[in-house]
DNA sequence: GTATTTTTAACGGAATGCGAATTAAATAAC
DNA sequence: GTTATTTAATTCGCATTCCGTTAAAAATAC
């Protein structure tokens, strides 16, 4: 009942950023006795300040001035790390969330052997902590967010398309070779909490994100949890059925992939930009050149999606949906056949009930947000006062 | 606190049919005392009985011997009905779900004012009650299964497909109509609980139900509760769509629809059938005897329905799917095409995470399934000793 | 100084949950 | 037939936690 209660108040004055304890009363509906008692116990631990200016209220009013509480940025620090298939971005964060450094590595990995992908993700880590001024045992937690399907209760990740293998229990591995609490996460989840804490959502207890990257992700938020399918995985949107064609299934994947929209260059300046993860960067200008392959396969990508967007608003009927991705950056000819292709689809029982929303995160964005997933998890455990009490 | 480990213990009760104290102790990792409490109090209140008789262990056991508890069939009635198109299902049952009498209306409502169709209704409840030999006044509450897009929240319905008006606040004029507080939920849902109670899901809390009927109708099951939109309406799986075909949008209604698959009739015995509600019936029997033309529709209908089980089970991986509904009744051409639809599109990641199981149930067992929701709500309700106390 | 508002402190009461001891009810052993 | 043993359930005492009330302390405006 405390940890609830705890947990709520920390949520409370996390999403004020900045709070007086009255205030904190009338939002969670706990007594002002009770909130003196948890905010004396989190000021304890260190994990929230005292400000006693700060009170925006106008100046002139009477009576004691509020004191305001807010997050101690150095209670906690976590790695949050977004792996594609052709970069790596790493930051570590404070407790509020907010970036201290970090660290873009681009190479390509996907496909090596788990081996190499795990070095240079430790690798990567390492760098990026140094870059904060801090060592490795002062990072309470790490999160990796990875497209693919993801496994997040069991650490493991069931396909992935950086991985040769399946059903890798990655999460241990990197816990033991870091030495520091490692958990995974969907990639598209790593974004929609990002959204729900900074971005496009932070008004918001249910809505839905949906990634349009390499591979093609999702993120259910309900109740302001993250909706995991039965057994704790992740979506892939990819796979998501389209129709029967002549050839066969017809998966999302197949009209608006990376790879479908781009198709396969085996050699020259493009084939370059798309190893170099530049892909996207690159056809929005062949597209602005009015390359008609690249146009018409960014239209026919943008129709496929906007037709699985509203097959998933029928199934969700969020309140808004925020739209991310590399794929975005294909501009009008993608955009404006989605929208379309969306309109057209989505039933009219509940036309209006969603709004649709793009939003152009960086990938500092997407590792973030993986920083959040760990995040959330050390809000939730007890503590001492030292740290993070270890699991039971 | 107390509330919800009265529910829990109350479930674990209803589970398990009949429990020893010591038992919910344990599965419910309450201790003994607060168990006692718990259950002393449920007596109190009159929901459960105990039975002295009944300890299923070898009779040659020493020791105190167990006192077994379970509900009491008598702390309520309630009335669960399913409201189709062409027919109104009611039963009436007891606080454990048991039915203890039925009514079957079979008329053509689609359409009608909704004056005539409440009227209907009411009727229908007041029989059903009276056949129980109950008055009305001794009914709790009553919950009416309807299909198409129900908010069960508010209690109005958005869509159906059984009322001309949209947006119409059922639940409250039947609760003016009846003097009894009613209800309203997607019959899907309702037959998601009657399989979760007494079906096919006894054992998960976690699960997806398909329903195929006149509306095609989704029912999750997640962590034990009803996985509702966030507005707490329910979904229509009808307005899937499955592609884009010369003529616009195919939805899945248009292909697996009931009216998509028997065609328009517009006279003859099969019209005069459907009419009557035993279309499913009566195309099963032109199947047997190699009507081509059903026999086609029922395998176009099986190979859209099959993919979008597929899309369904790529966004929530339940353990178990289950299907139910009339046109399950169509047998082989259309359960085959469905199947071989579904591996086809399931995709390889997945694959062996979800199966599928098909249910016939009868129509009582969808009004039961209503009776089911009534039923949650008074478990969750706090209880005076007279019955459950009014709502604030 | 007085008034006003926020925060802390102190006390009592109520609800809840747990552990230990106790009682209850049966069988097994003698 | 009595006693011991075993298991189930209850009782009792204790700790926690919450709330409400009241009062005091802190800090500022007037």
Known sequence: MRAINRFNVLDTIRRAGSIARIEISDRT??????VSAITASLLDDGLILARTEGDLREA?????????????????????????????????TDFCGEVLSTLTLALRVDRQPIGVIADLIEDGVRRCVVDANLALDEIDSV?????????????????????????????KDMSERLGVTTIVESDAHAITLAHHWFGQARDLDDMVLVSLEQTLGLGVLHGGQLFRGAGGLSHNLGDLVLGMGPQGIIRLASLAGESAILGDQPSGRFAEAIRLGRGMAHAKTLIDAEDNT????????????????????????PPRVIL?????ALGQPFLDSLREAYSLAIPPSIKGVTELVFDQSTD????????????RELYESPWGTTGPAPAL
Chains 1, 2 share one sequence.
């Open 143 to 171: 999160c990796l967010g990875l497209p693919g399907v993801v496994e997040h209760r069991t650490g493991h990740i069931r396909t992935s398309p950086i991985f040769r293998e399946s059903g890798v229990d990655f999460a």
């Open 60 to 92: 002139a009013t009477r009576g004691r001035p509020r004191v305001m509480l807010e997050l101690n940025p150095d209670a906690a620090r976590v790695v949050g790390a977004k792996i594609a298939a052709n970069r790596m971005v790493f930051v570590v």
């Open 324 to 328: 991310v991705g590399s794929s975005l």
């Open 29 to 34: 509906q706990l007594s002002t006795t009770t």
């Open 294 to 317: 690249l146009i018409s396969a960014a239209i026919r990508a943008g129709e496929a999606c906007g037709m699985a967007l509203a097959n998933i608003v029928t199934l969700f009927a």
């Open 364 to 375: 500092e964005t997407w590792a973030q947000g993986a920083a959040v997933v760990a995040l």
